[in-house]
Every structure is written in C-alpha cells, then in structure tokens.
C-alpha cells in the first residue's frame, strides 16, 4: 500500500489574511512539500497538470525533474497528465526522459481534464474527449512498447516508421494508472490494458465512485489481467488535522467556506458527513480513511489533497508532520485482512521483475 500527497497547484488568496501567493512561492512551495512528503516517510507526491490561472503547474516533467535530483525514495507522479490535449509523442518522449533521471521511480495518472477552454488552445473540441483519451493512449501504449511505430488516427498526423526516444529505462514504461471522477469508459480503459484505476474520492458521496471501480473491477477480471480484488486501484482523499478536533474545525472553516471549488456551498458538517473530507482528530482521520476500504475493497495507492484553498504552507507542512505521525497505524489497519494474492502497487523494481520473468519462460 503507497501513501502520497497530490497537488493541484491552486494560486487561491488565504482568506485569513487576504494574501495571495506569488507563482514563484507557490511553485516552490511545491517542491518544499514534495521533500517533507519523503522526509516524514510517505511514498509518493504527485502534480497536477493545468494550462490555465489560477492553477501553476503547466509542466510537470520540469517540476518533478527538479524534484527528482532533490530525493531518493519518493515516487514521482501526476494527478493528472492530460491525455487528451497533449501529443501522445511527447507524452511518451518526455516521461520516459523523466524515467531515466529517476531512476525508474516515475508513474502517472492519465485525465481527461474538466477545464472546456483548454481543448481549444490547443487545437481541439472537448466534446471530443472521450475519443481523443481512447486514441491518444492507445498510441502512447504502443509508442513505449515497440521501437517502430506506423500509426494512423483521427486526431494527429500520421507516423511513419516512428521511434521515440528515449526508450523507456529497462525496455519497462512507467505505470499508467487512468484518472476519473465520472466516465465509465476511462475505467473501461483502465481495465483493457490491465492499468490501474484512480478515483478522485475527493468531492462527491462513495456511492459514485463504487460504482466506477466496481465497473473497473469486473473488466479488468473480464480482460484477462486477473481477479477483480486484483485490479490496481487508487484513491484520492482529504483531511485537515489538530490534536483537538474542535481546534481543526475552527482553523480550517474560513478555508472551507470560501474555497473556489466548494466554497459558499454546503456546510462543513455537511461535507464531511458526505465525501471523504476528513476534519478533526488524527484518530480520526485514520478511522475514516480505514473505512475506504470498506466501501472500495482492498487497493493499492492512497493519496490525500492537503494544499488547498489558500492554505498557508507553514500550516501544509505541519499536516504533513502529523501524517507521517499516523502514517504506521495507516500502515497496520491496511495491511490486516489483506490476501496474500492482492498485489502491491506497482513499481519499476516490481514491473521490471515480472518482464525478466516473462521473458525467461
């Protein structure tokens, strides 16, 4: 089981006192919480993808690139890389690059993105996602897997005899696991190449998002790649946490309450009685999230949404503190109960072991 923290890279004014980041603190904020996520022992920290104000991180592989020469552990991941907007190519070119600075420690989560007036900058209709997801991937899949590509679609030029360099490092690509917070068929995607499944698990009520891995589930059983507890799944989470449960409610309500995504919506207690929010204690925090599994069966890959809504990064890292803290009760409720043929997350060690195994039978 991977822990982790995801990032949006909102710019959003901290509405306790009126000041707005600058871009340079906020991308360098970042990257200070990217190194505190491995000091306090998690295993992952991904970015977000966004070409538009007030969200920062446009390019990723440059973020995590840097971030890569930084740390020595920390797996390096997207919550989202935008399939559908990006050349496939690129995608393949640079994530592989990044691949090889790492040292293999590199995955990515694959969107679609909910953000209409993006698909025209770069040349495209949003009402085309679902068809650009679909080709798109299946173009970048077959991009690190053979060395010459021939390839004709709907939605790019041509290739011809195509090669993209570099290489995937060890001939392995880096995991792809599929984003989604209301399409079937981007699990339905996940499922037929065996990829895992991440669920945003950070707005809406459980409901929505079991049937979404239920369906993914049952493919990816359906597909070939194994039973459906076997399936890779992901989830994203939030929390805010003090010692005292009234003390977290009172500090993170002004935040709460004008946040751009729910703010000026429904009430905290409302939230959080509704959605994974989580604001209180750390014990609290850990049986909450303990119950996920309840509702979406044993899964591989947990990452929590902690700096949000103009929240000052001094009080970001202290959350960061106390998640490490409860990280090893994390660790113990999800590894009780779990079958022993419920694979872990994959990692370049792992991926690579299984292909040298593959090609030695």
Do not use: C
């Not at 909102?10 to 509405?15: A, E, K, L, N, Y």
């Not at 799944?233 to 993170?252: C, H, P, T």
């Not at 060690?349 to 299984?354: F, I, Q, T």
């Amino acid at each position: 089981m991977q822990f982790g923290v995801f990032t949006v890279g909102d710019v959003t004014p901290d509405p306790t006192t009126g000041r707005t980041p600058t871009e340079a603190e906020r991308i360098k904020a970042m990257v200070t919480i990217a190194l505190k996520a491995e000091e306090v022992g998690l295993d992952v920290f991904a970015t977000g993808e966004h070409h538009n104000p007030p969200f920062v991180p446009s390019s990723p592989t440059t973020m995590l690139g840097y971030i890569a020469a930084r740390t020595e552990r920390l797996i390096l991941s997207t919550s989202t890389t935008l399939i559908t907007t990006n050349d496939p190519v690129k995608i393949a070119e640079d994530y592989a690059m990044l691949q090889h600075l790492a040292d293999g420690r590199v995955d990515l989560v694959l969107g679609r993105g909910n953000t209409g007036p993006v698909y025209p900058w770069f040349g495209f209709d949003i009402r085309d996602g679902i068809s650009l997801a679909v080709e798109h991937y299946a173009l970048l899949h077959r991009l690190w897997r053979e060395d010459v590509v021939d390839w004709e679609g709907r939605h790019r030029t041509p290739l011809q005899g195509f090669t993209s360099t570099p290489r995937p490092l060890d001939a392995v690509p880096p995991f792809v696991w599929h984003g989604s917070i209301r399409s079937p068929e981007i699990a339905e995607q996940a499922a037929y190449y065996g990829d895992g499944f991440f669920a945003n698990n950070i707005f809406w009520p459980k409901e929505h998002y079991q049937r979404l891995i239920s369906l993914y589930r049952e493919r990816f059983e359906h597909y070939g790649h194994g039973a459906a507890h076997q399936a890779f799944v992901g989830l994203g989470g939030q929390f805010f946490m003090r010692r005292n449960s009234q003390d977290a409610v009172r500090e993170f309500r002004p935040y709460f309450d004008n946040a751009p995504v729910y703010g000026h919506g429904p009430s905290l207690e409302d939230f959080t009685a509704q959605t994974p929010l989580t604001v209180g204690s750390p014990r609290e925090v850990v049986e909450k999230t303990l119950t996920f599994r309840e509702h979406f069966g044993h899964y591989q890959r947990q990452l929590f949404l902690l700096d949000h809504a103009g929240l000052p990064l001094k009080t970001v890292l202290e959350q960061l503190d106390l998640l490490g803290e409860i990280l090893p009760d994390l660790r113990r409720g999800f590894a009780e109960g779990r079958p022993a043929d419920v694979p872990e997350a994959p990692t370049h060690a792992s991926l690579l072991a299984s292909a040298t195994k593959e090609t030695v039978r």
